[in-house]
């Protein structure tokens, strides 16, 4: 029998339906796949093996007796560790939340238990977000697939490396920068960023309100599509929450890879590429472009002039709307409690105390940074200065809209770097988000899918950005352009990287 | 240091480019996060740099912009108003650091001279 774990999550959902396989069965594969090299990439902080089997097996067993189910049921998912999981550890990769078992699910989670896919564990992350390489996580690296000596991507890694690694066909993420995106980019996997508002919040750990969006990780255009809708919808629970109903994005994908773009027009964001990016970054990304003319798409160079400003601007707001929402980690209702080695334990000393040694560096820096923009007398210069810059974003990706129906660039501008590398430079580190913040800021959706490998062997990310409540345009124009290039590679990308040593 | 009331950006881009060992330490202070020595020598070091760096947004945020916080426009999003289950209890006190009488349990709330 082929290898279940290299399936896409349509094709295992139609053996599924078909009955070629059971989803016990499918599950099982997958958790050996974990025990088979999550050893060495490390992209779970916790396996539900129990959990998941039972799942697997109530799916199997009402299939049996032709229950109607969802198209995705029994298909196993990975869910990112800041995603709130009734009675599975929730740690948001914060050694603060050591131990902790939420009494709730998320909405999401909720979604996908209705919908019956067995979760397997919970994946790896930078602690509360917070990282473009799972560097910062509490609970160690993840390691690139690719190369288990680089980075991730982040703050995503685990769920983009589970992905990549063959542990699971589907996963979630949350993008707050870019923490789908560029984990997909730097693993040559999928990932997209939905419209703000497109999935429901409830239940994510906040990092910045209103930038934070969870979507889809996955290995093809279609899966993500198909893994939007099941996590997509209104939620009262959410007051930023569209009312909208649920496109058919799965449509869209197959749309797309029957690869006709005539008329489509795909503005290429002048200020998202050139100086800063890798020469190979840049090929793979022309490469694309070609393939998009060929398909009958028109290309244009459009200019976005404020989007040099949309990383000053991002790390204003998301510190500042940080900073609150990890007020509330003070060690009274939930996670560690430190009390002060010495003098009285009052409640403000035990908060310090307990924030001092649960939080890690970036946290550290990112939470003062925050109080410090919105502290009395620099409100306005930094918090109120960057929410105009954020004005001025919103506007040159409205006219940017007029000219073009996507817009596109590198997702990355360079490929996974080493594990280490940038660590002590943080501002080193938050430049990977570069191409990627403009999305959130305006809350616009975005999606990286690969676009081949560059001169040093590793994959390279293409970045596809559509009009608020325009997703579907993703999928169309990501659908084609996936099918186009896997013509020229003869197959997926991932079948490029290299075979990760199995231990058992 | 003070951010002056003068709105000309150069000026406040100036005035707001440093930060401190001992500005750090309060605002650490106000976040309530204990910090070492070690950890204010470096902290201050590199949120100077993240400073100076995010500190240009005021090159281009003159007074005629308006300011955004959200990035869809939305007002009064109200749910229908009907009871639903709270969080279990016990579930919910079975987390806490400390619980007693079906209460969370914390350190006193305020100091000895308060």
Sequence with gaps: ?504 | MRVPEAPGALTRLGAMSTLSRDEVARVAALARIDLTPAELDRLAGELDVIVQSVARVSEIATPDVPATSHPLPLSNVFRADEPEAPLDRDEVLAQAPAAEDGKFLVPQILGEDA
């Design chain 1, 1 to 504: 029998m082929s290898d279940i774990t290299r399936l896409t999550a349509a094709e295992l959902a139609a053996q599924l339906v078909a009955g070629e396989v059971s989803s016990y069965e499918a599950t099982q594969a997958h958790l050996d796949r974990i025990a088979a090299v999550d050893g060495p990439v490390h992209a779970f902080l916790h396996v539900s093996a129990e959990e998941a089997l039972a799942t697997a097996r109530g799916v199997d067993e009402a299939r049996a007796t032709g229950e109607d189910l969802h198209p995705l049921a029994g298909v196993p998912i990975a869910v990112k560790d800041v995603v709130v999981t009734r009675g599975l550890p929730t740690t948001a990769g914060s050694r603060i939340l050591d131990g902790w078992l939420p009494p709730y699910d998320a909405t999401l989670v909720s979604k996908i238990k209705a919908a019956r896919l067995p979760i397997l564990g919970k994946t790896n992350m930078d602690e509360f977000a917070m990282g473009s390489s799972t560097e910062h996580s509490g609970y160690g690296n993840t390691h690139n697939p690719w190369d288990l000596d680089r980075i991730p991507g982040g703050s995503g890694g685990g769920s983009a490396a589970a992905v990549a690694a063959y542990e699971a066909p589907l996963a979630i993420g949350t993008d707050t920068g870019g923490s789908i995106r560029q984990p997909a980019a730097v693993t040559g996997t999928v990932g997209v960023k939905p419209t703000y508002g497109s999935v429901s919040r409830y239940g994510l750990i906040a990092l910045a309100s209103s930038l934070d969006q969870a979507g889809p990780v996955t290995r093809t255009v279609l899966d993500a599509a198909l893994l939007h809708e099941l996590i997509a919808g209104h939620d009262p629970h959410d007051s930023t929450s569209l009312t909208d109903p649920v496109p058919a994005f799965g449509e869209a994908a197959r749309r797309g890879a029957a690869g006709d773009l005539t008329g489509v027009r795909v503005g290429v964001v002048k200020e998202l590429s050139g100086e800063g990016y890798q020469p190979g970054v840049l090929v793979r990304f022309e490469e694309g472009l070609a393939l998009l003319r060929g398909a009958g798409a028109e290309v244009v160079e459009v200019s976005c002039p404020h989007f040099d400003y949309a990383l000053a601007a991002y790390y204003l707001i998301l510190p500042a709307e940080a900073s609150s929402n990890l007020a509330k980690f003070d060690g009274m209702r939930y996670g560690l409690r430190v009390e002060p080695s010495e003098g009285p334990v009052t409640a403000e000393r035990v908060m310090a105390a307990t924030r001092g040694q649960g939080f890690g560096d970036e946290v550290k820096r990112r939470i003062i940074l925050g109080t410090y923009a919105l502290s009395a007398g620099y409100y306005d210069a930094y918090y109120g200065s960057a929410q105009k810059v954020r004005t001025l974003i919103q506007r040159d990706f409205a006219e940017a809209f007029g000219q073009a129906d996507v817009l596109v660039s590198p997702t990355a501008p360079t490929t996974a770097f080493r594990l280490g590398e940038k660590l002590d430079d943080p501002l080193a580190m938050y430049l990977n988000d570069v191409a990627t913040i403009p999305v959130n800021l305006a809350g616009v959706p975005g999606m990286s899918l690969p676009s081949g490998l560059s001169d040093d062997g590793l994959p390279v990310g293409f970045q596809v950005i559509a009009p608020a409540r325009a997703d579907e345009r993703l999928y169309r124009v990501g659908g084609a352009l996936e099918a186009l290039l896997e013509a020229r590679w003869g197959g997926p990308i991932l079948a490029k990287a290299p075979e990760l040593e199995v231990t058992r």
